[in-house]
């Protein structure tokens, strides 16, 4: 507590509205702090996979030729993440029969692309060629640990994690011969993750994107809360389940599922528990009912490539993923409550990626400067009349005339422009911003920024750089056109002038015409009386003097 003299001005010691000011302060600090942690506990955390602007560059890359491959299963992190293009279905007998590569690139502004082209002679038996994907993790098979233990460690029990949501926002612009998106997860009996799954582990994959049907191994459908592109829709997902080495269920979606997407993991997780014990499920010493007390070692973002039953066959996939976001919220909270928490917090902290290029054109712009010389010349005529007999009269008689020429001086300027092109891909829309600005401030440049709203192109690269170019030259027709329309309002002001000068010019010739007229009829006046007076002057004086 502060006291008189010390912390308080001495104004204000022992003033009533002073301490009921303290004391309101310390309630609104409180309340603050309160609606602070509340809000945090509501939200939940979550995580940025991607974009991934420091990891520009890296590659996980696989490659076939002449019968024999290499990098067919190569993790590479980015961040809390790895990237891996896993091209595992030509592995252990069927390099041979492969020719071409499979590619995942962290892009600018850390937008991963991932692109597979490649021809197989023959093919697998499961009919699936790759799984490009994003981990989170502990994934089996001994894969490097990718992930951020502050945030969310695996592996860990089912049982003792939060409600988990996945959402991203990806483009496909080629699918050849087929493809999915999905998530997909491993749960196992204990947290080894360098071994490989078995009797009792339970995979779970939800695929929101499927090009192909399974039905021979379909059991049932279910219906389930997805958001997609910030709505809620309720979506049917077929139920595919196959015994392996572990058991492998699967929620396939019956309609595509495109741009922002949000899944709720623990809620099919939940569904698969439904499924299995529904079914009487029990191996490897797990029961449905165990399947909360089994470790969730990683989580996987991907798309698998489905190769077709005939040979030989041609594969062409390409697809980019803009935004990944791993979202936590208490199990308390819904799934619609949380697939929204989780889309607003991915729109409100992921900026859109941006790549620049500069293109540099040279224009030049003529402008004409008008500069105005006034010469004045005058001229003097004088002329004396004398009359002897009485008086002399001097008369002075002076003319000025004043021309005025005008001289046009037609000065060139070349100005250099710089048109700058934004492009922001990923997410929608995707924006095109064009920049110009001037090298040479001689002559004044308006600065325009225009911009283009679109959804998603087949080729970013290409129609993006041709609207660019196209809006750069659209704005340099205005500049001229504009500088075109200055000079031509310069000329009209100069006309003007022009008639206003001819016109005082004409009046000034005017007032001294006139003026000489009153002085000659003046001087006619004055020779008469002059002539007068001499005539009185000889005849002597008149009979009435």
């Known amino acids: 507590m502060a006291t008189c003299g010390k912390r308080l001005p001495k104004k204000r010691c022992g003033s009533e509205l002073w301490r009921e000011h303290q004391s309101y302060g310390g309630m609104v600090r409180s309340l603050v702090l309160v609606v602070v942690v509340a809000a945090a506990l509501a939200h939940g955390g979550w995580l940025q996979v991607l974009p991934a602007p420091g990891h520009v560059g890296a590659v996980s890359e696989a490659s076939c030729s002449g019968g024999s491959c290499k990098g067919l299963y190569n993790p590479v992190y980015i961040g809390p993440a790895c990237i891996n293009v896993e091209v595992w279905g030509i592995r252990g007998g069927l390099e041979w029969a492969a020719s071409g590569g499979a590619r995942m690139t962290v892009k600018s502004g850390g937008v991963l692309h991932a692109v597979s082209r490649c ?6 038996s499961h009919h699936i060629l790759a799984y490009h ?3 989170y993790g502990a994934r089996p098979w001994g894969v490097p640990v990718c992930q951020d233990e502050s945030f969310l460690a695996l592996p860990a029990k089912m049982s003792s994690l939060p409600r988990i949501v996945v959402v991203f926002n990806y483009t496909v612009l080629r699918t050849r011969p087929g493809i999915t998106m999905s998530v997909d997860s491993w749960l196992f009996k204990d947290d080894n993750h360098y071994r490989g799954p078995q009797a009792g582990d339970v995979e779970v994959l939800v695929e929101v994107r499927a090009d192909f049907k399974e039905d021979y191994a379909k059991i049932g459908a279910v219906t389930a809360p997805v958001l997609v592109n910030g709505r809620v829709r309720y979506v049917t997902f077929d139920v ?7 058991t492998f269920i699967k929620f396939k979606t019956q309609e595509e599922l495109s741009g922002v997407v949000a899944v709720d993991f623990t809620y099919f997780v939940d569904r698969a528990k439904e499924v299995l014990w529904s079914r009487g499920w029990s191996r490897g010493g797990t029961t449905a009912d165990a399947i909360d007390s089994l470790y969730l070692m990683s989580l996987e973002l991907g798309t698998e490539i489905y190769t077709g039953t005939t040979a030989p066959v041609d594969v062409d996939v390409e697809w980019y993923m803009y935004r990944y976001h791993i979202h936590t919220e208490p199990r308390s909270v819904s799934t619609e409550q949380a697939l929204r928490n989780a889309y607003n917090a991915m729109m409100q902290a992921t900026a859109p990626p941006t790549t620049t290029k500069t ?3 040279t224009v030049t712009v003529t402008r004409t400067i008008t500069a105005t010389t006034t010469e004045t010349r005058t001229a003097t005529a004088t002329k004396t009349v004398t009359a002897t007999e009485t008086k002399t009269v001097t008369t002075t008689t002076t003319q000025t005339a ?4 005008t001289k046009t001086v037609p ?5 250099t422009l710089t048109s700058t092109v934004t492009e922001t891909a990923g997410g929608a829309p995707l924006v095109t911003t064009v920049t110009v600005t001037a090298a040479t401030p001689a002559v004044q440049i308006v600065y325009v920024t225009s911009t283009i709203y679109g959804n998603q192109v087949a080729s970013p690269q290409n129609a993006v750089g041709d609207a660019a170019w196209m809006l750069a030259a659209a704005f340099v027709t205005l500049c001229i056109v504009a500088r075109i329309m200055r000079v031509i309002s310069q000329v009209l002001d100069l006309a003007q002038d022009v008639v206003t000068v001819l016109r005082h010019v004409a009046e000034a010739l005017f007032l001294k015409k006139r003026s000489r007229y009153t002085t000659r009829r003046d001087y006619r006046q004055s020779r008469r009386q002059v002539s007068k007076t001499a005539s009185r002057g000889l005849r002597g004086p008149s009979r009435g003097s």
């Open 119 to 124: 021809r197989l002679a023959a093919v697998p």
């Open 133 to 135: 994907e994003v981990i």
């Open 240 to 246: 595919i389940l196959y015994e392996l080495d572990w």
């Open 359 to 361: 293109a540099t054109s």
């Open 402 to 405: 004043t021309a005025t020429v």
């Open 411 to 415: 000065i060139t300027e070349t100005v």
